[in-house]
């Protein structure tokens, strides 16, 4: 089941993040950030599809976009926790002609303060770090670790998904 599969990922994540925060400079601020999403890439549309499923079952609210010629789907589960007390899953498809892995891709964590990023990328020597952005709604900075990522980021995936929402919103009224 994607539950179990998503929690056994969390765990062997968390482990990770936590030799992360022991080595930083900056080791405080680290451990301090909340992680507030955890993101799977499905290898195909049918492996999406079965996911899709499995994880409706469980939330009370799902948002489905198109984004970068791949479907992603954001899912607040119901009644239950993830490991590390996660509620929001982020299922995305790979891209086409993507060989990224598949599997848990990566965390986000919150970002109280956009100092605080620019404060790592000064004070983080030896740390392979990136600004991206994904559209106008959608801007993280990318920390990459042992062969995972976290995305610190100043705002929530589902502020994401109401600004899309809110855009397509202008558009049916014709604002």
Known sequence: MMIDELNHAIATYELKWG????????????????????????????????????????????????????????????????????????????????????GLDHLDFLLPDENLGAKIKADEDGLKITEERNGDHCKWLSIWFNDTEAKLRSDTVLEVCIAEMQECNKLVKGK
């Open 19 to 102: 030799e992360l925060c022991a080595g930083r400079k900056l080791r405080d601020e680290f451990q301090a950030l909340k992680p507030t999403s955890v993101a799977w890439k499905t290898e195909d549309p049918a492996d999406f599809d079965k996911r899709f499923v499995q994880l409706r079952m469980v939330s009370d609210q799902i948002h489905l976009g198109w984004v970068n010629e791949r479907w992603l789907a954001t899912f607040h589960l119901r009644e239950q926790k993830l490991h590390w007390g996660l509620t929001v899953v982020k299922l995305m498809m790979r891209r086409p002609g993507s060989t990224d892995a598949v």
